[in-house]
């Protein structure tokens, strides 16, 4: 008997990893560049303490240049836990895998939702009612650059998991 699993039960990590990490970056760049553009003097820097602020509290913006690390460290620990989310979820629900625009587009409503709603409350950020165009560019963020992307690449692997299930190559 193989110490290794066969290959209908492994997981294949590498393309669900990969693409929890690009709809990170996807994201985050779409955050750098949107709001630098609506809030001028809004850097990069002032959007990864503004992450790091949410176990920090205020104190990120005060701190050494650690916090920057620490708020990109947060930002794709959560990609790629929704991305693993979405996938494990796949593995049950053949729609994820079968429809992964609409679905990842649901999917990432509802990051958005999860984050406002339960994840931004239970941190440090102070709370604030955000404008309509923040909600519009974050939903777009979330939608197309975040859900949709994670989707598509667990689509990928769950497509050659259930063909090798089935034996066709």
């Known amino acids: 008997m193989s110490a290794t699993p066969s290959g209908s039960q492994q997981l294949h990590w590498l393309p669900v990893a990969l693409g929890g990490l690009f709809a990170g970056a996807l994201d985050l760049t779409f955050a750098f560049i949107f709001y630098g553009y609506r809030y001028p003097g809004t850097g990069p820097g002032f959007i ?10 205020h104190e990120a913006f005060t701190l ?22 979405f996938y494990l ?9 079968r429809r992964p625009v609409s679905c990842g587009a649901a999917f990432g409503v509802a990051m958005y939702l999860v984050m406002h709603l ?4 239970l941190s440090q950020v102070r709370p604030r ?4 165009a923040d909600v519009v560019g974050e939903l777009f963020s979330h939608v197309f650059l975040f859900g949709i992307v994670i989707a598509l690449a667990v689509a990928r692997v769950t497509t050659t998991e259930v063909r090798r299930r089935a034996g066709v190559s």
Do not use: M, N, Y
Request: hydrophobic share 65%; charged share 5%; glycine share 10%.
């Open 129 to 132: 009612v955000p404008p309509v």
């Open 48 to 57: 990864l303490r503004t992450i790091a602020s949410g176990v920090l509290g």
């Open 89 to 97: 979820a796949s593995r049950w629900l053949g729609v994820l895998r």
């Open 64 to 85: 050494g240049v650690w916090t920057l690390a620490l708020g990109a460290a947060l930002h794709f620990f959560i990609a790629q836990c929704a991305a693993w989310a």
């Open 118 to 121: 339960v994840v931004l409350p």
